[in-house]
């Protein structure tokens, strides 16, 4: 099979890893993959960005795919798998309709309404004044803060928790009037704040099949102690030690497959990867947000742990027959540790050569994120997130020390990393 991978980023070179180790696999091309991606074996780089939907398909169509994986979230959001069926071509992802669950919250939100699936109590608003209106009237306190949330995918910035009244109206004009937030911010989610610990519960489906994931959990914050900005994500451990076999099977039962036949019941058949965040309150498991694909760095920490043949569970998807297969997982722990640029999530510098690489103990592994092959062959840092440095383990524990063991063999100037990935947030 000739299979076209969409995307760019450590995700993508971990499913990059994985794919190209299925006997089903003749040739791996990605689009526009990094330097990782780049240099596995049966795995090349197209030039096409991954929102160049056109493009993509030409491509695809020119080049005998058998089957164009969509990895990321904004070609999900542009309609590639759509654009790719009515090309003839095999897809593996949402369709744009069935995607919207990631790409509009005030759909997640209504569809969990209808469903009474768990989730933060939220009122949606297109109207800036009436949206300050409502926060106002919910009172909003250091105690009980109130979560704004721009409508569409807006890079991990959409979202801001405020704790007075005056702040939620600054941060509404700001989403809904102001220019930062293009279009994701004309509508707007606000809604309860909820306490406790997060967990990214992700699973395969084919719109009717359910196979949950082992469980993960990535830290958000750039700084140790979750301080600092938000980020796409530092680091990543699975399983989570505090999401008990109880919980998985209640999210399972109440969030997973309920959501899945929501979207059948309403016409948009979810086939992919369906990732449910989740916050576990003391009533509960709830959802904070779905994204339609893997996440970042989840997929990293759990990849290595599929002992299946990712391509063969694509296809199965595709085919919406993933009840013929049963994914296995390897029963271990594995932890992922992202070294960042100095300066992401803010600016920082590119270009920057990065040694190290070929001196580290054969049991970590190392997904590429902003890397590229410069001048001369030279691998050097190309974006925020560098490199997903990621190794297994009995425990979360003994992988990570295997991580925190080895990573300061890497080197780029600027680099750094949190040294708290898998510690438990105090409550
Ligand atoms: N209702 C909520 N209560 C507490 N924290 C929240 C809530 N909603 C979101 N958050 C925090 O904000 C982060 C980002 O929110 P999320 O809805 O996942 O948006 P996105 O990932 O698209 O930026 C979450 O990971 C969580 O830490
Ligand atoms: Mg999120």
Known sequence: MRVLLVGGGGREHAMAWKLTQSPLLKKLYCAPGNAGTGLTPLSENVPIAATDIDALVAWAKDNAIDLVAVASDDPLALGLVDACQAAGLRAFGPAKAAAEIEWSKVFAKGLMRKYNIPTAAYETFTDCAAAAVYAKAQNPSPERPLVIKADGLALGKGVVIVRDAAEAEAVLRDMMEGGSFAGAGRR????????????????????????????????????????????????????????????????????????????????????????????????????IEFNARFGDPEAQALLPLLESDLLEIMLAVEAGRLDTITPQWEDAACACVV??????????????????????????????????????????????????????????????GRVYGAIDRIHFEGMFYRRDIGALKPL
Not at 212 to 237: C, F, L, Q, S, V
Not at 340 to 366: C, N, Q
Request: proline share 8%; net charge negative.
């Open 188 to 287: 707007v989610v606000i809604e309860e704040y909820l306490r406790g610990r997060e967990v990214t519960a992700m699973c395969f489906t084919d719109g009717g099949t359910v196979f949950p994931m082992p469980p993960a959990r990535d830290h958000k914050r750039a700084y140790d102690n979750d301080e600092g900005p938000n980020t796409g994500g530092m680091g990543a451990i699975t399983p989570v030690p505090d999401y008990t076999p109880e919980l998985a099977a209640r999210c399972a039962e109440e969030i997973m497959r309920p959501a899945v036949n929501a979207m059948r019941a309403e016409g948009r058949l979810f086939k992919g990867i369906l990732y449910c965040e989740l916050m576990l309150t003391a009533d509960g498991p709830k959802v």
């Open 339 to 400: 070294a960042a640029s100095g300066g992401y999530p803010g600016d920082y510098r590119k270009e920057l050569p990065i040694t190290g690489l070929d001196a580290l103990p054969k049991d970590i592994l190392v997904f590429h994120a902003g890397t590229i092959a410069g001048a001369s062959g030279r691998l050097v840092t190309n974006g925020g997130r560098v490199l997903a440095v990621c190794a297994k383990g009995d425990t979360p524990g003994k992988a990570l």
